[in-house]
């Protein structure tokens, strides 16, 4: 299983060898609104990616400083393609549909546009299955007792903030990829 954050860094390296100062790097300047910069996350990440065969590093000396760099390896490249194409998108969240939209152009164009119309579909299944959440939690809220209305009011509000969310999401994409997405 593959989790978004560890197809970000086959993503980034994709394009060239890194190390993990420059996909660090790389982070804060690309996305760092929406995905951990840390080294404490970067590093274990890069790691396991290289024991699964994902990435081959090299360790490098420049200037008296060692340092690794990894480069993506043909199965690296099986494994994020695998995982940008999967059509169960939906329990991944937005860091998972972020990451697909970032690297949408390193796929074939007939692949992008089953991406997106996944990506579209599981924004409405997620506010589908909130939809029904919420018809179960008003229900709820009806009958809790009145020092409660408050928390359950936020909570409606919440997966009312959720659902719209999720719609405009898929709204975002059809209007963004015309003919894409459903």
């Not at 609104?33 to 890069?46: C, D, E, Q, R, V």
């Amino acid at each position: 299983m593959k989790s978004p954050t560890e197809c970000l860094l086959l993503g980034l390296i994709h394009a060239r060898p890194l190390t993990s100062y420059e996909v660090h790097k790389a982070l804060r300047h690309l996305a760092a609104h929406h995905f951990s910069s840390s080294y404490g996350t970067i590093n274990p990440a890069l790691k396991r990616l290289e024991k699964r065969g994902w990435l081959q590093g090299a360790d490098l000396s420049e200037g008296g400083r060692r340092k690794r760099q990894y480069t993506l390896t043909e199965a690296g490249r099986q494994a994020f393609a695998a995982w940008m194409s999967e059509r169960d998108v939906a329990d991944q969240g937005e860091h998972g549909m972020l990451v697909r939209l970032f690297f949408l152009g390193l796929v074939p164009e007939a692949e992008r546009v089953n991406i997106v119309r996944n990506l579209a579909a599981a924004a409405e299944a997620v506010a589908g299955s909130m939809a029904q959440q919420r018809t179960q939690a008003a229900q709820v809220a009806a009958s809790v007792e009145p020092a409660l209305k408050e928390l359950a009011a936020s909570q409606l509000a919440a997966l009312d903030y959720g659902i719209a969310h999720h719609h405009f999401v898929a709204a975002w994409l059809r209007e963004r990829f015309p003919g894409w997405a459903p």
